[in-house]
């Protein structure tokens, strides 16, 4: 007899996606070389090709655009030539009501999608080898007529058959009388309750199935009975008799003697535990945030639904707090995404422990959360809740769970500020960027008047986006000043935006919205290009020992390969590579990343130098100042500010000069403004100078004039020095 490898196989497939045919049939192969394979992606062709042809099973979608996979099926099944030809129906679905309605429109089997590939090739395996007992038994029969000695040998031949194939299918079969005994129970089935077949037929189905289920088991056989009608398949939950819950899909027909009366009841139970388990595994996946188990913004919408529903019918107000941490970036950037995940993971907790059961956390995506607040009393509770998440995420203690990240929260209230899940997620999105702009490290309500505010962001980002192509960025120069011979020593390259409406823009009004929309990466590759340019030129004048200082963004070193950016920069300006010096932020240095020191030392063979700057605001340490090969720090201009009038800032621009002469190091005070500041400094040993004392920054055509008319005198340079702190406080 030949087995179903043996036999050349008729398979259709039938799907409105071209990946998905490609997929099945590759699928299809692996079963053997005998088959031949008919795609479809219209199923009204594929019905037109089974009017004319047969097959021998039969793969199709659930969901597409003329037909259902339901549909389709059924119409199969009106084709006598196909009546009983297998057919396994692909959904993506978890609603069961789809599934069901292909079961009772006559598909075999189901498969959810995305499929299992090793469960489709099992499960279409065991439909051909259905298949070609059905074939086989179809072609005995047609025998039959030679002689009734031979068609009664056939017969039993036949059901010996049948038998073997209902013994494997992976599916539990028992059939039962008018009396609830069982008249047949199938391997598997048996198998599943430790029992052998032949121990079962005869006695009641309590025997196989326990007082409970066998209960119902009863009352819908009966109905079967009465009515002569099947029973579409339904969920029961099953304790296995080694107490593991399994879930079966449990259908059940009629079967009729000779005399064509129901003798008994078929039931057929398919597991379908590990496919309901692999659907909620998928659920869960769909709405929650991988990295920190919390809903993500997708359940949170349904939550806010849910909530709102409730409002409805109530009297029940709730509050939505946006949450953006302040200072993750800045920890990302210096110790790794390693780090700033499991930061995020602690944040996740400490929310979910602070607000409890009763509320809702969810991540929205990168270091933005959410607290959904059910029945509020008011604007107070809000507040209240708010400012201790605040507190929480502020924590400075000893403890490992200690956060010290800051943060800013907007917060809406519903019914009050909009009935609509979207309408709240923008509105508490907008009171955190006030918030934000504030400073960080606050909270506030939404009002109305914010949302012309955010359609102003929405614009600028548009504005942004086009203003390197057309343009609209250009560097001012501040100089820098050796504060023992008074002499120009070099430059700060500072970005400005000639906006054509809001005039000339520095950083702080859209630096932040740049780095926030990826732009900050090409924005900054143009800076460090034009710097380079303008060097160049200054040392084809002359001005040969001019140094010219670049910021850099911590995400280029992280991403871009700063040396490659630094070496092709100056190989396109022609700048000699000991007249640029890049300035880093601390931050960056923090992690002590292998990848940065290396690209360091690279940047230090090239002649480049390297400063820190804003030294001492940040999370300063010994130990990196002594691990990276770094020229100069620059005093943030803070601690410059207050000397003469606060002992302690004094003390600490003594500590930082101090500290980087003994590392050999030169020293930089930003923000020099007045006479008293800059003789505290020179008193102190510092190095250099900058700031509105000696110049404002300036466009590169100006500079030019300043350094000329720069050695007149100490009168003219103080006088000048007034006019421009005059101008930078106008």
Known sequence: ??????????????????????????????????????????????????????????????????????????????????????????????????????????????????????????????????????????????????????????????????????????????????????????????????????????????????????????????LVLKTGRSISSRQEDVLAPDGEPRIFLTSKAPLYDGMGEIASVLSTSIDITDQRQAERRLLHIANHDLLTGLPNRLLLRDHLRRELARGRRGDQNFALHFIDLDRFKAVNDAHGHHWGDELLQRVAEALSELVGESGTVARLGGDEFAVLQPDINGSDDAGRLAQSILDLLNSESDSRLSLNIGASIGVTLAPLDGTDPDDLLKNSDQAMYLAKSLGGGTWRFFAPDMRPRANQTVQMEAELRGALSRREFTLHYQPQIDLRGDRVVGVEALLRWQHPQRGLLSPGSFLSLAEETGLILLINEWVLNEACRQGAAWEASGLRDLRVAVNMSPIQFKRQGVETLVKEALGASGMRPTSLELELTEGILLGNDEQIVKQMHILRSLGVTLSVDDFGTGYSSLSYLRSFPLHRLKIDRSFVQDLGSDPSALAIVRTIIDLGHILHLQVLAEGVETESQLQLLRSEGCDEGQGYYFSRPVPADEFADWIAQYGKGGTERRQASMENEHARTV
């Open 1 to 222: 007899m030949s087995t179903a490898l043996e036999l050349m196989h008729k398979i259709v497939i039938v799907d409105d996606s071209s990946t998905n045919q490609r997929i099945y049939s590759k699928l299809a192969r692996q079963i053997g070389s005998e088959l031949e394979i008919q795609t479809f992606g219209n199923p009204r062709k594929a019905l037109d090709w089974l009017a004319e042809n047969t097959a021998d099973l039969i793969i199709t979608d659930y969901k597409m655009p003329l037909m259902t996979g339901a549909k389709l099926t059924a119409a199969i099944r009106d084709n006598v030539s196909n009546r009983d030809v297998p057919v396994i129906v692909i959904t993506a679905y978890n609603d069961q009501h789809f599934r069901v309605a292909a079961l009772e429109a006559g598909a075999t089997d189901f498969l959810l999608s995305p499929v299992d590939h090793v469960e489709f090739l099992a499960r279409a395996r065991n439909l051909l080898k259905l298949r070609t007992q059905q074939l086989l038994l179809a072609k005995r029969a047609d025998l039959l007529e030679i002689s009734l000695n031979a068609k009664e040998q056939l017969l039993r031949e036949s059901r010996e058959a049948l038998a073997q194939v209902i013994d494997t299918v992976p599916a539990m079969i028992n059939a039962t009388d008018r009396n609830g005994r069982c008249v047949f129970v199938n391997a598997h089935q048996a198998a599943f309750y430790g029992k052998a077949p032949e121990d079962l037929v005869g006695q009641p189905i309590e025997t196989l199935l326990g007082e409970e289920r066998a209960h119902i088991s009863r009352r819908l056989d009966q």
